[in-house]
């Protein structure tokens, strides 16, 4: 995918390290977390909206793929896209890659739940970020196939 769109970038600090030097498995989730976080920012999903709305977003399946170890001191940068938009979820597809070398580290998919955070259930996802998710979707689209070409 051409249209990937960049959503974290950081470095492994030591402290991010297990006992065999190298990031453990919890940093991994949470610098996709934040990943997410940021993706869903550029669909008009964000703090000040969930607050306006009553509503949030809940990770309800997340699938890691580790495909490289990194240690402390490398520096890593999130690319993400969009797989999907239903009617009351978002999937996500995530990669890190080690910025030195350009090696994906790991993979991820999300699929996130629209909430109503008073009751906490799913609902339905507001139109107009179902617009921009459609429109991304559609950039995805077009720059694969200018890949193709």
């Known amino acids: 995918m051409s ?3 960049i959503t974290y970038r950081g470095i492994v600090y030591p402290w991010h390290c297990d006992h065999m030097g190298h990031m453990n498995v919890m940093w991994y989730a949470g610098k996709f977390d934040e990943a997410c976080w940021q993706f869903l920012t550029l669909l008009g999903l964000n703090p000040s909206r969930f607050k ?3 509503s949030g977003m809940a990770a309800v ?3 890691i793929q580790y495909k490289r170890e990194l240690h402390a001191g490398d520096a890593v940068t999130i690319q993400s896209a969009l797989l999907e938009v239903k009617d009351k979820s978002i999937h996500m597809l995530h990669k890190m890659v080690h910025d030195d070398s350009g090696e994906v580290a790991a993979t991820t998919v999300i699929v996130a739940v629209h909430l109503d955070a008073r009751i906490r259930r799913a609902i339905r996802i507001p139109d107009d970020v179902r617009q921009k998710a459609m429109e991304m979707k559609e950039q ?3 720059a694969f196939q200018e ?3």
């Open 140 to 142: 995805q689209v077009a």
């Open 61 to 63: 399946e997340q699938h």
């Open 52 to 54: 306006q709305d009553r």
């Open 147 to 149: 890949g193709c070409a």
């Open 3 to 5: 249209e990937w769109k």
